[in-house]
């Protein structure tokens, strides 16, 4: 498999900056919760709840939007997952509801900007083809973001309305972290909202941030360091699936994809869309799938955004329909929770319905 020369350096021109963010938000994020961010946040959230199950759910939701918004839906899967097991569990609450909305919003949720998710910034650099920039990516997407994370949130709370009107008795201390080198995590990761959501470039911000968050905690508590995870993999993963999918619309797969999607920007074809996005992510992947149906929605950014609804807030079936899943089922499995899968995967298929469904519509009112 070959890629004419003027291909290829388009295509290393748009991942190159997505794997730099890939591998320093994920450097970032590891240091912050080494250092005690999620943990203080989590118990921090416990105390706020004031022993109420309900109220305890709805912040630890919103943090994990948060989370999921700034830090991208894997740092949510891999880093609050545990902490809202750990809380539950100290609060004598069912870890399975902070378990499921850890999941469900870690999908659901990364709509809003472009780091939130792999496929929003493949996205972002197609919406600059079409003319578009950060701002028009936010302008766009707000609304059906805004239209997935409360279709999400709804379902899990009518699953787990008995637990949810429980109380508890118990909040939980955070564990002891060195203050210094939290204060400066927790400054970079306040700090990386606001620069996002600015439309400052997500691989600087992101790099600065990890060098910043590496060169504080080398000199407060350099053993945090120590098997520093970087998804060395992951990025070698994302960058040869793309690839892979490039040399097939270079074979004509561009066209097979076409006969399947929908034409036009009406409501049924932003449905249409965004179910075959939805689906197909289930099938092979959300980013593949993002990658396969891309070619043929790239002509309108509202088209573009219904694809985007799809694979993000749809890959709730199966096991391997996103990263984020399998990484957050290693963590369940590491905090000795299970979730059955003869549950979860019909209730997943209805929050992917659910949220699909309302990020779709959602869109094309607003479009």
Not at 134 to 153: E, G, I, K, S
Not at 194 to 213: D, E, I, Q, T
Not at 251 to 269: E, F, I, M, N
Not at 307 to 329: D, E, F, I, K, R
């Amino acid at each position: 498999m070959t890629l004419a020369d003027g291909a290829a350096l388009a295509l290393a021109e748009r991942l190159g900056s997505v794997v730099v963010f890939l591998l320093a938000i994920t450097v970032a994020a590891e240091v912050a919760e080494r250092a005690g961010v999620f943990d203080v946040t989590g118990h921090r959230v416990a105390h706020w709840g004031r022993h109420r199950a309900w109220a305890l759910w709805v912040l630890f939701a919103a943090l994990a939007v948060l989370c999921t918004v700034v830090l991208s839906i894997d740092t949510t899967a891999v880093l609050l997952t545990p902490v809202g097991l750990a809380v539950a569990r100290q609060v004598g609450l069912d870890p399975r509801v902070f378990a499921v909305t850890t999941l469900w919003v870690a999908n659901t949720g990364s709509l809003l900007l472009p780091v939130s998710n792999l496929t929003n910034l493949l996205g972002l650099h197609t919406f600059g083809r079409l003319g578009l920039g950060h701002a028009d990516f936010v302008r766009l997407a707000w609304v059906p973001a805004l239209a997935c994370v409360l279709a999400t949130l709804v379902l899990v709370a009518a699953l787990h309305l008995r637990t949810l009107r429980a109380r508890y008795a118990v909040d939980p201390p955070p564990d002891p972290h060195d203050p210094v080198l939290l204060r400066w995590a927790g400054a970079v990761c306040l700090a990386l909202g606001p620069l996002f959501a600015l439309g400052a470039p997500p691989w600087a911000v992101s790099l600065v941030a990890a060098a910043v968050l590496v060169v504080v905690a080398r000199r407060r508590a350099p053993e945090l360091l120590r098997g520093l995870p970087v998804p060395w993999l992951m990025a070698t993963g994302f960058v040869a699936v793309s690839v892979v999918v490039e040399v097939l619309h270079g074979r004509g797969l561009t066209a097979v994809v076409a006969a399947v999607v929908p034409t036009g920007g009406g409501t049924g074809a932003l449905l249409g869309i965004a179910a075959v996005g939805a689906v197909l992510a289930n099938v092979v992947n959300n980013l593949p799938a993002y990658l396969v149906v891309e070619p043929v929605v790239a002509d309108a950014p509202v088209r573009l955004m219904a694809l985007l609804v799809g694979v993000n807030a749809g890959p709730l079936v199966t096991p391997w329909a996103s990263l984020a899943t399998l990484l957050w089922l290693q963590r369940c499995r590491t905090a000795g929770v299970a979730v059955s899968w003869r549950w979860l995967v019909p209730a997943g298929a209805a929050c992917a319905v659910l949220s699909v469904m309302a990020g779709a519509l959602s869109l094309a009112v607003v479009a």
